[in-house]
């Protein structure tokens, strides 16, 4: 019980992300229990790089189950599937962006 690890070093990055995905599991649900005190929102960047696809998709269903309404900063292409919008940003001088609907990709 008093043994200290590293989880840098004892945990592969793909552990790393779904215990951080539990605990953001953990604060969605209040506490004390009759309390009104949850998360509602969270910001998760490339946090799922190191999971496969499917359970990749499996966190991102409990998310919208549990009620989160979760912003994603990641390159990957398949959590589309996962979101209702995307705000893509053009990396110019100008700073434009997009904010586009992503409702026909599911």
């Not at 992300?17 to 605990?23: D, E, I, L």
């Not at 269903?61 to 979101?83: M, N, P």
């Not at 705000?87 to 599911?106: C, I, M, R, T, V």
Request: hydrophobic share 35%.
């Amino acid at each position: 019980m008093d043994d200290q690890l590293d989880w840098n070093r004892a945990l592969s990055p793909g552990q790393q992300q779904r215990f951080a995905f539990a605990r953001l599991f953990f604060s969605a649900y209040p506490y004390p229990l009759d309390s009104d005190r949850k998360t509602r929102i969270a910001v998760i960047d490339e946090a799922t790089n190191g999971i496969a696809p499917d359970i990749e998709a499996d966190l991102y269903e409990r998310c919208r189950k549990l009620g989160l309404t979760v912003f994603s900063i990641s390159h990957k292409v398949e959590l589309k599937s996962s979101h209702d919008y995307e705000l893509h940003y053009h990396a110019n001088k100008e700073g434009s962006w997009d904010f586009l609907p992503l409702k026909g990709q599911k």
